[in-house]
C-alpha cells in the first residue's frame, strides 16, 4: 500500500515529468501559435486592402521633386524634398479655389519630358504597380504640385503698375512669392523695350479648367510657360488628385499648406 501511495505521489507532483498542468499549457500554446500563423495572411490582405483604399479616395503621401513651389515646399537640389500629404475627398464635393496648393496629372503638352519609372521586365512592372496600389511604390504618371491662380471664365495676366498679376482686372495678394523675375517701374515693365519675364496674357481660363502656377516664378515651368498648347496653358479639374494639406517630412518643415484667400471679395 504504502509502495502504491508513493507512486501516486510522485505523479502528481508538479516537478514530475507528467505534469499534466504543464501539458495543457503546451498544448495551447502551440494551438495559439498555429492559429495566428493560419490568420496571418488574413491580417496582411487586410491591411493591404485598407492601404489601397485609403491611397485611392482619402490620402496619399507626394514627395516634392523640384523646386518650383520654394519657398512654400522644397524640392532643391542636394536638400532634403518635402513628404507632403494629398487629401482627395474635400473636392468631391467642391472645385478648387484660387491659392490652394494642388497636385495634379500633368496634361500632354506638360508631360513631353516625363520618363516612365517602371521596369522593361514584365515581373518587375507588375510587381512596382501592384506596390503602387497600397502606396509602397510612386505612381507612374507625371504628378506636378503648382498653386491655382484662376478658374474657369477668370481672365488672368501679368503685370498691373506694380508688377503684380490681375485676375479680371484685380491685383491678387500673394504672400507666398519670395523669388521672382525683375519688374522695375519705368525702367523694365511689360512696356518697355526690354520686358519684364513676368509678364504674359491675357488668358480667359476655359470652364472647367484652372490656371496654374508655382510660388518660386523665375523657376517654374507652369501655365505660362504651356500657355501656347491646346488648353492654353491650362490644366482640366479632372487631371486634380487632390490638395496638400501636410508637410510630414523633414521632422523640421512638418506643418500644415497655406491657401490663402488671393483674390479677396
Avoid at 23 to 31: M, P
Avoid at 117 to 144: C, H, I, K
Avoid at 237 to 250: D, M, R, S
Wanted: aromatic content about 6%; hydrophobic content about 35%; glycine content about 10%.
Amino acid at each position: 500500500m504504502s509502495g502504491s501511495s508513493n507512486s501516486g505521489s510522485s505523479q502528481g507532483s508538479p516537478n514530475g515529468d507528467d505534469n499534466p498542468a504543464a501539458e495543457f499549457a503546451t498544448v495551447d500554446s502551440g494551438k495559439k501559435q498555429r492559429s495566428f500563423l493560419r490568420e496571418l495572411p488574413i491580417l496582411i490582405l487586410v491591411a493591404l486592402v485598407l492601404s489601397f483604399l485609403l491611397q485611392t479616395f482619402v490620402a496619399r503621401v507626394y514627395l516634392i521633386p523640384s523646386e518650383s513651389m520654394e519657398p512654400t515646399l522644397h524640392g532643391c537640389p542636394g536638400c532634403t524634398g518635402d513628404r507632403i500629404v494629398v487629401e482627395k475627398i474635400g473636392y468631391r464635393f467642391h472645385d478648387p479655389r484660387p491659392g490652394d496648393v494642388l497636385v495634379f496629372r500633368g496634361p500632354e503638352s506638360w508631360s513631353s519630358d516625363f520618363t516612365s519609372t517602371r521596369s522593361d521586365n514584365v515581373v518587375l512592372r507588375g510587381l512596382q504597380e501592384a506596390g503602387s496600389m497600397v502606396g509602397l511604390v510612386a505612381p507612374d504618371e507625371n504628378d506636378l504640385v503648382k498653386r491655382v491662380i484662376a478658374t474657369g471664365g477668370q481672365t488672368v495676366e501679368c503685370c498691373d503698375d506694380e508688377g503684380r498679376i490681375l485676375v479680371d482686372g484685380k491685383p491678387i495678394d500673394e504672400p507666398y512669392v519670395v523669388m521672382d523675375f525683375p519688374f522695375e517701374p519705368g525702367i523694365r515693365t511689360c512696356e518697355t523695350d526690354t520686358r519684364s519675364p513676368r509678364c504674359f496674357g491675357p488668358v480667359t481660363v476655359p470652364e472647367g479648367n484652372l490656371w496654374m502656377m508655382g510660388d518660386n516664378r523665375s523657376n517654374s515651368a507652369d501655365s505660362r510657360y504651356h500657355a501656347g498648347d491646346e488648353l492654353q496653358g491650362t490644366v482640366p479639374i479632372e487631371n486634380v488628385v487632390g490638395k496638400a494639406q501636410f508637410i510630414v517630412l523633414p521632422p523640421g518643415r512638418m506643418g500644415t499648406i497655406g491657401s490663402p484667400d488671393i483674390q479677396g471679395e
